[in-house]
């Protein structure tokens, strides 16, 4: 199933890629890096990029002239480590793929929803020790691996044609599954800013 | 210019010969003064112990947590923290499904047959880790007080001795005693003029238990009893219990709430803890020296389970203790004497 999503995210992002008029890969991505964690517990950072996949502009005919109104479908891909920095308890490398939609307003106010089915969270342990029977053996690189699919909504603003081009607030909440016997869920922020390579 | 050659190569493999050897060997441990988390894993689940205090004479108090669904950080306030930890390693357990545990298993895999096992597994790991000259003490608080009967009753060779500390040792009889209990509390308070509204309340939600045991009614009863001893703290017909515990900022408290209710439902509701469970019968497999602490206004686990576990413990050395103005967590109420009594117990017996 993971397989499949990925492998169509890939297709349509090359048909993507080719349909556009604007089609620079370049042009087309941004980078983000910002904080992510929820404060109290968790706090760490993160890295990700974003691949406009479709565009659309809607012109309004106002009082004051025209107004244009943006919405974009991004691919999206991130990578974070947070941390919980009084215990060895909370280490974890967060790594997801999913869909943006943003919706940009003609002050360059900007709404987006999340959807990352796929995720992937690894907890990192401090030292393990093993027990199967009387045997005690230290654990190497000791960790657990969980599915952990993402949702967040929030709000942002742009800069236009500028290298920094624009700053993110989000609030996302995870799943970490199997967790123990079920699921957990995760709440945290995040805030960033968005930066380009765009030929000028 | 060869020899220096290779002479200075001589000199830099000894070099790295005993780094790899210094590399290779244990690590120091500062037995003196413990601070370290570690993670016990066993049949699918990864437990942490917070593991502090003076462990110079290899004497480790570990402590079950209460719940089911607790965590082991919660008892770090002034007793364990400031008196306790003093005298010898304090080792505070969160067990499986519970605190910041992780995992990866069943529900079949949550009940009180393995999760003793993982305690035993716990003792194993602190005995591999520090030596197996070791002094391990176990304490049970409240659902503590279920699972540490329930390990030693498997294997109490790990252990020099038991605390009991207002320990469940009967869940199922719980229900008819709680009917008892509060309404005994109630009278007692409202004729003392003490929160008489709550009081009327309680006795109230007691008429209208069923006879026969039903879970929600269960939750009933242990919510008044636990909010019961928070209004017996305003009044101040007990010592207001100290919260200035450690725990918070170590913990997640969205994990933490979550995996209480998890284990509540799985052991509470699904496995039939309250309705089915009890080792009175068989504490007299106990055999190990014994402590029993008590608050004598528990109404949590009613405080007449003080005397019915001194009274079924097999062990011939064994002691109880009753704190007057405590209800169901001393160590919280009347801090230094709880201490106090911990302290002497370890110390006759290490």
């Not at chain 1, 993971?2 to 080719?18: D, G, N, R």
């Not at chain 1, 002239?65 to 909370?90: A, E, R, V």
């Not at chain 2, 007692?188 to 045991?213: C, E, F, K, M, P």
């Amino acid at each position: 199933m993971k397989k499949s999503i990925i492998a169509l995210l890939l297709v349509y992002t090359m048909q993507a890629h080719s349909q556009t008029e604007d089609s620079s890969f370049l042009n087309r991505t941004e980078f983000k890096v910002g904080y992510f964690g929820n404060i109290l517990w968790d706090n760490g950072l993160n890295l990700g990029t974003e691949y406009v996949w479709k565009e659309k502009e809607k012109l309004k005919e106002k009082r004051r002239g025209q107004k244009t109104i943006t919405k974009q479908l991004l691919l999206n891909g991130s990578i974070g480590y947070s941390t919980n920095f009084t215990s060895q308890t909370d280490n974890g490398l967060t790594t997801y793929l999913g869909l943006i939609w943003r919706r940009t307003s003609p002050k360059r106010w900007q709404l987006n929803f999340e959807l990352n089915p796929l995720g992937y969270y690894r907890a990192f342990l401090p030292e393990t020790y093993e027990v199967k029977g009387n045997e005690v053996s230290k654990v190497r690189f000791p960790g657990r691996s969980y599915y952990a699919p993402s949702i967040a909504f929030g709000i942002g603003r742009a800069r236009e044609e500028k290298r920094h081009s624009g700053w993110y607030l989000n609030l996302n909440l995870g799943l970490r599954t199997p967790y123990n016997a079920g699921i957990l869920p995760v709440f945290s922020f995040q805030y960033g800013h968005r930066f380009n390579l765009k030929k000028k | 210019m060869k020899k220096i050659v290779i002479y200075k190569l001589k000199i830099v493999g000894i070099a790295l010969l005993v780094l790899g050897i210094y590399s290779c060997s244990k690590e120091d441990i500062n037995l003196s003064d413990l601070n370290e988390t570690i993670f016990v894993r066993h049949k699918n689940a990864d437990m942490p112990a917070y593991i502090y205090g003076n462990g110079s004479e290899k004497v480790f108090l570990i402590i079950l947590h209460g719940g089911p669904g607790g965590h082991g950080l919660q008892y770090r306030s002034r007793s364990f923290r400031d008196e306790i930890e003093k005298n010898n390693a304090v080792v505070y357990f969160d067990q499986r499904g519970s605190g910041n545990s992780q995992g990866n298993y069943s529900e079949d895999e949550i009940s009180i047959d393995i999760m003793a096992e993982d305690v035993l597994a716990l003792a194993k790991v602190i005995k591999a880790r520090y030596g197996k000259d070791s002094k391990l003490f176990l304490m049970g608080h409240s659902w503590g007080g279920t699972l540490g009967p329930a390990a030693l009753i498997k294997d109490q060779g790990e252990f020099t001795a038991w605390i009991d500390v207002d320990g469940a040792h009967d869940p199922k009889g719980f229900y008819n005693k709680y009917k008892v209990v509060l309404k005994e509390m109630a009278d007692t308070q409202i004729v003392l003029g003490n929160s008489i509204d709550y009081w009327q309340n309680v006795n109230d939600i007691v008429q209208n238990i069923g006879a026969n045991y039903s879970t929600d009614d269960f939750f009933k009863l242990n919510r008044a009893a636990l909010a019961g001893e928070e209004k017996l703290a305003e009044d101040n017909f007990i010592i207001n219990g100290e919260t200035d515990f450690e725990g918070n900022p170590q913990l997640n408290f969205i994990t933490v709430k979550w995996n209480s209710n998890g284990m509540t439902n799985i052991l509470g509701y699904k496995k039939g803890l309250w309705r089915d469970v009890s080792y009175t019968n068989r504490l007299s497999k106990i055999t190990i020296p014994s402590l029993v602490l008590f608050g004598k206004h528990d109404i949590v686990v009613p405080a007449e389970y003080a005397q019915e576990a001194f009274d079924n413990l097999g062990s011939s050395d064994k002691e109880i203790f009753i704190f007057e103005n405590s209800a169901h967590s001393p160590m919280s109420s009347e801090p230094d004497l709880f201490a106090i009594k911990v302290i002497e117990f370890i110390n006759r017996l290490k």
